[in-house]
């Protein structure tokens, strides 16, 4: 594999979108509005459990400018919402999915669900005829704790889920783990529970529906992580449309992190009203909407052990868990808590035996599904409690007992006990690295430093790493055009990466052009011809390969007519530094010369290597706990990590300080909480608390890469690897601030009123 095939790649080019988006040229779906669209907006069930026995809406659509008001009753004949992904119990039985249509069919499963759409010429008109509809309950019991659901006598989610079990899904060898426990001279044991999570992107979602008369189409504009899946998911399953019968585009996009993957009702209910009235049919979701009803993330409870030899090697590890599906089988949450978590349970170390057991659980709570991270942050925060433990049961130093248990750099490709092959990496370096760059050997002066402002100091490490997903069913397109320009298509979608800069230095590098004369084209299903969108931290993966690859191809195209140009044999043309050339002369002749005769290149590629890399990190944080207010602050952050070829250290970094904050947040203050009833007690950011830059140090990072054979780029995944890690660094950080007041374990996230709590049950 070689990897110096674009040697212009790894300059720090500031983002070629941010003057755009900074001056007011962004172009969100929320901002359009055709003349005559119609406003849309949902009414939504106050109970999570609820049998709907009368939707009375003869005064509303009385109201003026009220022009339809639609129930679970108009829309019976919609298609299921199917998840695209899937897991089996050991029998082989795939997992229980109970249809999901676009609004309850008289039984509503979780709080937020839509009972009623009102459509209407003002937004101030549908909002006054929401308020009009009545809308009658019986309110019935509800559960909304995965554990709790699958405890006898229960309430049921759903008659086609007994017991509410989803799939009881195992991974791994449990007899070898097993013997290798019998044999172990030390076992630990933690028991974690990974709070619910909202994503809490800046742009809340929207959807513009326009319905075509005359061509009997539609085109819906969304904010999405790709149009493909949109579009293949409301046509096949949903809408029952024929594929050519819909358009879905995606503009500018402020934030995706997992929840704009999967296609939700709000987004058929429009469509459905646009081809009905056979108008423009708009909606824009408010912020609560976002917390009730988009999915949210995490929530699962696990209890994980470590055996151990007397020497301090790792001999295996298994888990129990419950994860909490919510009310449906949302499109990719099948192998979120499954293969997601089982891609990382053993981090960065040889242990020669894991088994999970993974019972998935219905709720009555919306539905959960991939959120930055997907599985990965719960897993590592087990894993790496447990090794700091064993330190502490040990009396070993929780660096070097990490450094015995590492995978040796020989040892890759790598294959895990739980079946996964990690292509490369160098991991004793990254740890010698982080421990330079954070200046470990300070960290006692600062821990007594500390101690004399009356704070208590401590110090936690994290090893982590991100298995890059999402799917390759990507083909790209390339034009050079006739004046020299460069115009790509490709079915990744940026929700703010940074998309726009990191492909145009790729197609910079292959055809020796600035930059600024390349141009990224996304998010319309009409003018790509395929893609599986954006996760799993692996669009400059897919999209980047196969940029280069198309570009290849118009290369190879235009050497016909350079040879002409040049008044040689075809043969005889070289190709370097955008410009053809005759081989062993100084006559060549220019890419855009080339372009202009032929009056514009093209090249097309399929996806040809491999999606997954398997970036990985180690962290180093410090904290400072307030043990009279349980105040926790993050004062030192530091990590080293590989994440293959960089393209672009400026983006890089924004990653790792983007991924890092969420972590922290779910490490410390983010939690979407219910009441025993179902009710969402953090319905507003009133409530629910995100990280601000405040809560947030100086992170330092220093890169020691491998590239990754999996593709011929060397390029791994980088986005979800920080968020994957900062929160069992700051956990492990925290307790070990805590261990000599007896405080061993506290729940994520780490408020001051928990911390404070923890302190007082073992004052």
Same mark, same amino acid.
């Given at each position: 594999?070689?990897?110096? @095939?674009?040697?212009?790649?790894?300059?720090?080019?500031?983002?070629?979108?941010?003057?755009?988006?900074?001056?007011?040229?962004?172009?969100?779906?929320?901002?359009?509005?055709?003349?005559?669209?119609?406003?849309?907006?949902?009414?939504?069930?106050?109970?999570?459990?609820?049998?709907?026995?009368?939707?009375?809406?003869?005064?509303?659509?009385?109201?003026?400018?009220? @022009?339809?008001?639609?129930?679970?009753?108009?829309?019976?004949?919609?298609?299921?919402?199917?998840?695209?992904?899937?897991?089996?119990?050991?029998?082989?039985?795939?997992?229980?999915?109970?249809?999901?249509?676009?609004?309850?069919?008289?039984?509503?499963?979780?709080?937020?669900?839509?009972?009623?759409?009102?459509?209407?010429?003002?937004?101030?008109?549908?909002?006054?005829?929401?308020?009009?509809?009545?809308?009658?309950?019986?309110?019935?019991?509800?559960?909304?704790?995965?554990?709790?659901?699958?405890?006898?006598?229960?309430?049921?989610?759903?008659?086609?889920?007994?017991?509410?079990?989803?799939?009881?899904?195992?991974?791994?060898?449990?007899?070898?783990?097993?013997?290798?426990?019998?044999?172990?001279?030390?076992?630990?044991?933690?028991?974690?529970?990974?709070?619910?999570?909202?994503?809490?992107?800046?742009?809340?979602?929207?959807?513009?529906?326009?319905?075509?008369?005359?061509?009997?189409?539609?085109?819906?504009?969304?904010?999405?992580?790709?149009?493909?899946?949109?579009?293949?998911?409301?046509?096949?399953?949903?809408?029952?449309?024929?594929?050519?019968?819909?358009?879905? #585009?995606?503009?500018?996009?402020? %934030?995706?992190?997992?929840?704009?993957?999967?296609?939700?009702?709000?987004?058929?209910?429009?469509?459905?009203?646009?081809?009905?009235?056979?108008?423009?049919?708009?909606?824009?979701?408010?912020?609560?909407?976002?917390?009730?009803?988009?999915?949210?993330?995490?929530?699962?409870?696990?209890?994980?052990?470590?055996?151990?030899?007397?020497?301090?090697?790792?001999?295996?590890?298994?888990?129990?868990?419950?994860?909490?599906?919510?009310?449906?089988?949302?499109?990719?949450?099948?192998?979120?808590?499954?293969?997601?978590?089982?891609?990382?349970?053993?981090?960065?170390?040889?242990?020669?035996?894991?088994?999970?057991?993974?019972?998935?659980?219905?709720?009555?709570?919306?539905?959960?599904?991939?959120?930055?991270?997907?599985?990965?942050?719960?897993?590592?925060?087990?894993?790496?409690?447990?090794?700091?433990?064993?330190?502490?049961?040990?009396?070993?130093?929780?660096?070097?007992?990490?450094?015995?248990?590492?995978?040796?750099?020989?040892?890759?490709?790598?294959?895990?006990?739980?079946?996964?092959?990690?292509?490369?990496?160098?991991?004793?370096?990254?740890?010698?690295?982080?421990?330079?760059?954070?200046? +470990?050997?300070?960290?006692?002066?600062?821990?007594?430093?500390?101690?004399?402002? %009356?704070?208590?100091?401590?110090?936690?490490?994290?090893?982590?790493?991100?298995?890059?997903?999402?799917?390759?069913?990507?083909?790209?397109?390339?034009? #050079?055009?006739?004046?020299?320009?460069?115009?790509?298509?490709?079915?990744?979608?940026?929700?703010?990466?940074?998309?726009?800069?990191?492909?145009?230095?790729?197609?910079?590098?292959?055809?020796?052009?600035?930059?600024?004369?390349?141009?990224?084209?996304? %998010?319309?299903?009409?003018?790509?011809?395929?893609?599986?969108?954006?996760?799993?931290?692996?669009?400059?993966?897919?999209?980047?390969?196969?940029?280069?690859?198309?570009?290849?191809?118009?290369?190879?195209?235009?050497?016909?007519?350079? +040879?002409?140009?040049?008044?040689?044999?075809?043969?005889?043309?070289?190709?370097?530094?955008?410009?053809?050339?005759?081989?062993?002369?100084?006559?060549?002749?220019?890419? +855009?010369?080339?372009? +202009?005769?032929?009056?514009?290149?093209?090249?097309?590629?399929?996806?040809?290597?491999?999606?997954?890399?398997?970036?990985?990190?180690?962290?180093?944080?410090?904290?400072?706990?307030?043990?009279?207010?349980?105040? #926790?602050?993050?004062?030192?952050?530091?990590?080293?990590?590989?994440?293959?070829?960089?393209?672009?250290?400026?983006?890089?970094?924004?990653?790792?300080?983007?991924?890092?904050?969420?972590?922290?947040?779910?490490?410390?203050?983010?939690?979407?909480?219910?009441?025993?009833?179902?009710?969402?007690?953090?319905?507003?950011?009133?409530?629910?608390?995100?990280?601000?830059?405040?809560?947030?140090?100086?992170?330092?990072?220093?890169?020691?890469?491998?590239?990754?054979?999996?593709?011929?780029?060397?390029?791994?995944?980088?986005?979800?690897?920080?968020?994957?890690?900062?929160?069992?660094?700051?956990?492990?950080?925290?307790?070990?601030?805590?261990?000599?007041?007896?405080?061993?374990?506290?729940?994520?996230?780490?408020?001051?009123?928990?911390?404070?709590?923890?302190?007082?049950?073992?004052?």
């Amino acid at each position: 594999m070689a990897f110096d @095939v674009l040697p212009g790649l790894g300059q720090p080019v500031r983002r070629l979108e941010d003057p755009r988006l900074l001056t007011g040229g962004g172009r969100f779906t929320a901002n359009l509005a055709p003349a005559g669209m119609l406003h849309a907006l949902f009414l939504r069930s106050p109970y999570a459990h609820a049998r709907i026995t009368a939707i009375r809406t003869e005064a509303a659509l009385a109201m003026p400018g009220v @022009v339809a008001i639609l129930t679970g009753a108009d829309i019976a004949h919609l298609g299921h919402n199917p998840a695209i992904t899937e897991i089996r119990d050991r029998e082989g039985r795939r997992h229980i999915e109970p249809k999901r249509l676009p609004m309850a069919q008289g039984l509503a499963r979780h709080l937020g669900e839509i009972v009623a759409m009102v459509v209407a010429e003002s937004l101030n008109a549908a909002r006054d005829a929401l308020e009009a509809i009545e809308a009658d309950y019986d309110s019935l019991p509800a559960v909304t704790d995965g554990a709790a659901a699958l405890l006898p006598g229960a309430p049921l989610v759903h008659e086609e889920a007994p017991g509410n079990l989803l799939c009881d899904w195992h991974k791994g060898d449990a007899a070898a783990t097993e013997a290798a426990f019998a044999k172990a001279a030390h076992v630990v044991k933690v028991k974690h529970r990974s709070a619910r999570l909202l994503a809490g992107y800046m742009e809340t979602r929207s959807a513009l529906a326009e319905w075509d008369e005359a061509a009997q189409r539609m085109t819906l504009t969304t904010p999405s992580q790709g149009v493909h899946v949109l579009h293949r998911l409301l046509c096949d399953n949903i809408l029952h449309l024929p594929r050519e019968a819909l358009r879905v #585009v995606t503009p500018d996009v402020g %934030g995706g992190f997992g929840p704009k993957l999967p296609p939700y009702p709000e987004q058929a209910l429009v469509c459905f009203a646009a081809m009905r009235l056979k108008r423009a049919v708009g909606w824009v979701q408010e912020r609560s909407e976002h917390h009730l009803a988009d999915t949210h993330a995490r929530d699962l409870l696990a209890e994980a052990s470590l055996a151990l030899d007397a020497d301090g090697r790792f001999l295996a590890l298994k888990i129990e868990a419950v994860a909490n599906f919510g009310a449906y089988v949302s499109t990719v949450n099948p192998t979120i808590p499954t293969t997601g978590m089982a891609k990382v349970m053993t981090s960065l170390y040889d242990i020669p035996a894991a088994h999970i057991a993974m019972r998935c659980a219905f709720t009555h709570t919306a539905p959960v599904d991939a959120v930055r991270g997907a599985g990965k942050p719960e897993a590592l925060v087990l894993i790496e409690r447990l090794v700091d433990e064993a330190a502490r049961l040990l009396g070993q130093d929780a660096a070097e007992l990490r450094r015995r248990n590492l995978i040796p750099r020989d040892a890759f490709p790598y294959r895990t006990a739980l079946g996964y092959e990690y292509d490369s990496g160098n991991y004793e370096a990254l740890l010698d690295g982080l421990l330079a760059q954070a200046d +470990a050997a300070g960290f006692e002066q600062r821990r007594v430093a500390s101690a004399a402002r %009356g704070l208590r100091r401590g110090r936690g490490f994290a090893c982590h790493l991100h298995g890059s997903g999402g799917w390759g069913d990507e083909t790209s397109l390339v034009s #050079v055009l006739p004046d020299g320009g460069i115009e790509a298509r490709t079915g990744t979608q940026s929700q703010g990466q940074g998309h726009a800069t990191a492909y145009a230095q790729v197609l910079s590098a292959a055809f020796g052009v600035p930059v600024e004369k390349v141009r990224i084209i996304q %998010g319309d299903s009409d003018s790509i011809p395929r893609g599986g969108g954006t996760g799993g931290s692996s669009s400059t993966i897919i999209s980047g390969t196969t940029l280069k690859r198309a570009a290849d191809v118009a290369i190879e195209q235009g050497r016909e007519d350079a +040879a002409e140009l040049l008044e040689a044999a075809p043969v005889d043309i070289e190709w370097r530094d955008g410009f053809y050339e005759i081989a062993g002369t100084d006559r060549r002749v220019s890419l +855009a010369d080339v372009a +202009a005769h032929r009056g514009g290149l093209e090249g097309r590629a399929d996806f040809a290597d491999q999606v997954a890399t398997w970036p990985a990190g180690i962290f180093l944080c410090e904290v400072e706990v307030d043990a009279e207010t349980g105040q #926790v602050t993050i004062d030192r952050l530091n990590a080293a990590i590989d994440v293959g070829r960089v393209v672009n250290p400026v983006l890089l970094a924004g990653q790792f300080h983007g991924g890092t904050a969420a972590g922290i947040g779910q490490a410390l203050m983010e939690e979407a909480r219910y009441d025993d009833d179902g009710q969402l007690l953090t319905v507003t950011l009133m409530d629910y608390a995100m990280p601000r830059a405040a809560d947030t140090p100086s992170f330092g990072h220093v890169v020691l890469n491998t590239p990754s054979p999996n593709n011929f780029l060397g390029i791994k995944g980088m986005g979800e690897l920080p968020t994957n890690g900062a929160p069992a660094a700051v956990a492990n950080a925290v307790i070990d601030a805590l261990a000599a007041e007896g405080v061993t374990h506290i729940d994520l996230p780490l408020t001051p009123q928990r911390v404070w709590q923890a302190l007082r049950s073992v004052g």
